[in-house]
């Protein structure tokens, strides 16, 4: 991808963006350069560094940008009520590391081997804010139990992000293609089955029990 000169700032350095994502899924950060980012691009290594002051920023920029990424996709989830909620939460979730496979390759080696960037931690904290009020609109109609979104999410993303990342060894080795339509939909529907056992999803018979008090007088009235 090469970068048009004559593009507002920020559509460039949308474009830089685009490029170090791809850089740093392929090669990781120690081994992703600059210079080689920057033609990418179609930049000079100043260019860049005009936008960037050094690795570790654009780096930390890339991080940052694939969690906002993935917080305004799950944000979407938020009319749904319920279990519901957390199972679309589940699905949008997998469908944008499959749409991005060298994010899920990013997010994994930062669970592996973390590299401290500004930015990243608040980022990540509102991705969990969001996972939390769906586990929560869970609890409150009595379909899933209380439980923290960082246990919830590191259970799910460490399954997703493997299996995503791991695409090229697994065909290698096993002939499959994680990132198939059947394939990624397996995925999908596995992890759905995960995050219910997770948080201890109930059935109808088990809701009456974990409702709050005034819901299920409504309910033995009804």
């Known amino acids: 991808m090469s970068s048009d000169p004559a ?3 920020a559509d460039r350095r949308a474009q830089i963006l685009d490029c170090a994502e791809a850089a740093f899924g392929e090669c990781g950060f120690a081994g992703a350069r600059i210079e080689d980012i920057a ?3 179609g930049l000079r290594r100043p260019s860049l560094l005009h936008h960037f002051r050094d690795k570790r920023t654009l780096y930390g920029a890339v991080v940052v940008r694939i969690v906002a990424d993935l917080s305004a996709r799950v944000a979407d989830t938020d009319d749904d009520e319920g279990l519901a909620r957390m199972e679309r ?17 990013i997010l994994l ?5 973390p590299i401290e960037v500004d930015g990243v931690a608040t980022a990540v904290a509102r991705l969990l804010e969001t996972l939390q009020r769906a586990i929560d609109a869970g609890v409150a ?6 439980r923290d979104a960082a246990e919830v999410a590191l259970a799910l993303a460490s399954t997703a992000l493997v299996w995503v990342a791991a695409r090229r060894a697994v065909a290698d080795a096993l002939g499959m293609d994680t990132l198939a339509a059947e394939r990624v939909e397996a995925l999908r ?14 059935t109808a018979s088990d809701a009456h029990a974990l409702a709050p008090p005034g819901r299920a007088r409504a309910r033995r009235r009804s």
């Open 7 to 9: 593009a507002p700032p």
């Open 39 to 41: 033609t990418r691009a």
């Open 89 to 105: 939460v589940v699905g949008e979730f997998v469908a944008f590391v499959a749409a991005r496979p060298d994010a899920a390759r």
């Open 109 to 113: 080696r930062l669970l592996v081997d």
């Open 141 to 146: 109609r009595g379909e899933n139990k209380p």
């Open 189 to 202: 529907s596995d992890l759905r089955q995960l995050a219910r056992q997770l948080l201890g999803a109930v």
